[in-house]
């Protein structure tokens, strides 16, 4: 019989969602197992992201990599021919261009794009009941689930972009994982952000277009870390729905529960932005799929009971729009192609 229950929630668990009190942490055996974490410094100013995603395609698991910077606008993504994701805990790696786990992260994408981060004092999300998608955490099948896993740490290391290497210490850190049946939904927005006023800060949302089956839906969730330790989430639809009006210049969402409400304004020029790529894992290869800000503007507003509780603004906010159809169209405009600079897919 305990066979029998085991082989039933590896069957489960490999549908993408997790049972309460389950960890999503370990991979789910899905499509698309995606990693990514991001440094906000903001005494100079400057935000790294690193991202791998792990895919799965006929003939075994490749990689999609990336390491970009901002102000200076660094971008590198990579198709790597090799992946894997621990079925035990946090972690994942591409050959030796990419390892990284709870604690650290060294990404090597030739000589003038490598990252090694040590994370100490992390604060990671502190519910268990469940993760980042709520209820939709114990849905099977679903093509997209969302767990910002890190909400915060002390940051150090260093990274070189370009020609330039930048050391860091003490920086701010965020993490989360995502994944998914068929790799990405047709539409998704994002946000995150530190370098508030308060340093315990930290916002991040995630939206999209989910489906399993005859289902599909829009659904976005919002989390605020507030100065004392509050955690708010909001995005169950009928509890605390949250409505999103997304372009790939602005971003505007409004929740509501019985006590909390939230409301986010944030703002990029789409000039300043990234194409990033989104892997299609059966085809072994990525393409455009996302205009992504690194240093866009993020005002929030917490109200408790209909009254003020806190209110901050951040000018290294993280923001992404995401369409495979959308960012061709932009790489079109920009005159690139899917191996130009701000979409490249170098083959490793």
Same mark, same amino acid.
């Given at each position: 019989?305990?066979?029998?229950v085991? &082989?039933?929630?590896?069957?489960y668990r ?8 389950g ?6 055996d899905?499509?698309t197992?995606?990693?990514?974490w *991001?440094v906000?410094? +903001? ?9 791998i ?5 006929a003939?075994g698991?490749w990689a999609?990599?990336g390491?970009?910077?901002y102000p200076n606008r660094?971008?590198r993504t990579v198709?790597h021919a090799?992946g894997?994701a621990?079925?035990? *805990?946090l972690g994942a790696s $591409? ?8 604690d650290r992260?060294r990404?090597?994408l030739?000589p ?8 100490? *004092? ?11 998608? +709520? ?13 910002p ?13 370009g ?10 850190v ?18 995150q952000a530190?370098?508030f ?5 930290c ?8 489906e ?6 829009? %659904?976005?969730?919002?989390?605020v ?7 708010i989430r ?9 409505v999103?009006?997304v +372009?790939?210049?602005?971003w505007r969402?409004?929740?509501? +529960? ?9 703002? $990029?020029?789409?000039? $300043?932005?990234?194409?990033?790529p989104?892997?299609l894992p059966?085809e072994r290869r ?9 240093g866009?503007q993020?005002?929030?507003t %917490?109200?408790r009971h &209909?009254?003020?509780?806190w209110?901050g603004s951040s ?5 992404e729009h995401?369409?495979?159809e959308?960012a *061709?169209?932009e790489v079109?405009r920009?005159?690139?192609?899917p ?7 170098v083959?490793?």
């Amino acid at each position: 019989m305990g066979s029998i229950v085991q &082989g039933a929630l590896r069957a489960y668990r490999a549908g993408g969602a997790d049972l309460p009190f389950g960890d999503p942490l370990p991979c789910h055996d899905v499509a698309t197992e995606g990693y990514f974490w *991001r440094v906000t410094d +903001s005494a100079s100013g400057r935000v790294v992201i690193a991202l791998i995603g792990v895919n799965r395609a006929a003939d075994g698991d490749w990689a999609t990599l990336g390491l970009a910077g901002y102000p200076n606008r660094f971008l590198r993504t990579v198709a790597h021919a090799e992946g894997a994701a621990d079925r035990e *805990r946090l972690g994942a790696s $591409a050959g030796d261009a990419f390892r990284a786990d709870q604690d650290r992260v060294r990404v090597d994408l030739g000589p003038d794009a490598q990252l090694d981060l040590r994370i100490e *004092r992390a604060r990671p999300w502190p519910r268990r009941v469940l993760g980042g998608s +709520s209820i939709f955490q114990s849905v099977p099948a679903l093509n997209q689930y969302w767990h910002p896993w890190l909400l915060g740490g002390s940051a150090s290391g260093s990274a070189t972009l370009g020609d330039e290497l930048w050391e860091f210490e003490g920086a701010q850190v965020y993490a989360e994982k995502n994944w998914g049946k068929g790799g990405f939904p047709p539409a998704w927005w994002w946000g995150q952000a530190q370098g508030f006023a308060e340093r315990q800060v930290c916002v991040a949302f995630a939206g999209g277009v989910i489906e399993s089956g005859p289902l599909r839906t829009e %659904v976005t969730a919002v989390v605020v870390l507030l100065p004392d330790g509050t955690l708010i989430r909001l995005g169950d639809p009928g509890f605390s729905p949250v409505v999103a009006e997304v +372009s790939d210049e602005r971003w505007r969402l409004s929740g509501r +529960s019985a006590r909390w409400q939230v409301e986010i304004d944030a703002y $990029a020029p789409l000039g $300043a932005a990234h194409v990033l790529p989104v892997p299609l894992p059966a085809e072994r290869r990525n393409v455009p799929g996302a205009i992504e800000h690194l240093g866009g503007q993020m005002h929030v507003t %917490v109200r408790r009971h &209909g009254r003020v509780h806190w209110r901050g603004s951040s000018e290294l906010a993280a923001l992404e729009h995401g369409g495979i159809e959308r960012a *061709r169209a932009e790489v079109a405009r920009r005159g690139g192609g899917p191996d130009a600079p701000d979409a490249a897919a170098v083959e490793c």
